[in-house]
Structure formats: C-alpha cells, structure tokens
C-alpha cells in the first residue's frame, strides 16, 4: 500500500509539471498576440498611408476616398484648426488629446507625450496603442491644432487661443 504522503509528493510534483507547461504555452501567446499587434498596427498605418496618398493625388477629401477605397472603417476627418472652431469639431479621442496638452500647457507643463496621451484616454498599455495616440497627435500636427515641439513632445499651436 503506498503512502499518503507519497500519493501527496506525486501529485503535487504532477501539478507542478502542469504549470510550468501552462507557463510556457502562456508566453508563445503573448508573443503571438504581440506579433498580432503590431501586424494590425502596421496594417492601419499603410491603409491610413495610402488613403493621405489618394487624397493628396485627387484632391478628394480623405473620408471620401477611404470609403471609395472599401476601407473596413473609413478615417473620421480632423479639420484644420481655423479661427472660431472649438473642440467639439474633433473626434472624441483627438479632442481629448487637445484637452490633456491644452491642460498641459495651462499647468505650465513641458508637453506631452504620446505615452500620456495613451493613458489618458484609457487605452490598453500597449506600443501599438502607444503609436495609436502619436499617430493622431501627429494628425492633429499636421491640421494646425498641436505642435511637435521636438520628437515626439507635443504643445498647442503658438498663437492659437484656446
């Protein structure tokens, strides 16, 4: 007759195994899912590439050419900043980034980084969701609404009101 405590040892040993199986099929994963992020990542930067490209060509604005592209979600237009538009012209998140640098400045802050940005919208810690907040604040760069005041540090425009 075997033991308890030799019953027990077993067990115990055979859970062990388990886990370090589990932990290393935990890992490949994560590792695939990153991969798979940054595949999506990628994949909506060449697309958001490619729709600025036709636009630019054919003078069309960019929602207009996304959907004429069969883009499974066509790009939400950033106006250029003009005298007299307020935030609420935006998208919810490129409002929301004007704010936190707005706020930034008003506190005597440095600017603000696409990191921040990121958390501050309540986005998964992620790089690729990290790439996400500075490609749209680098939009908004490029509409008049922020500036880049060295790599990746954003402020508001100079001389734009709030």
Do not use: Y
């Not at 890992?27 to 595949?39: C, D, G, I, Q, T």
Request: proline content about 5%; glycine content about 12%; hydrophobic content about 45%.
């Amino acid at each position: 007759m075997p033991s308890v405590l030799g019953l027990l040892e077993e067990r115990e040993r055979a859970a062990l195994a388990r886990v370090e199986e589990l932990r290393a099929e935990l890992e490949r994963v994560r590792a695939a899912v990153l991969e798979a992020e940054e595949a999506v990542r990628r994949a909506a930067v060449a697309r958001e590439e490619v729709v600025d490209a036709l636009a630019a060509a054919s003078g069309v604005p960019d929602t207009a050419v996304a959907g004429a592209a069969g883009g499974v979600a066509a790009r939400v237009e950033i106006p250029p900043w003009r005298q007299g538009l307020d935030l609420a012209v935006l998208p919810g998140d490129c409002a929301a980034i004007v704010a936190l640098v707005q706020d930034d400045a008003a506190g005597g802050g440095g600017g603000v980084r696409a990191r921040q940005m990121r958390d501050h919208l309540g986005w998964q810690a992620s790089d690729a969701r990290e790439q996400a907040a500075r490609f749209r604040a680098k939009r908004l760069v490029e509409r008049g609404w922020l500036c880049e005041d060295g790599p990746g540090l954003f402020k508001p425009r100079p001389g734009r009101a709030g």
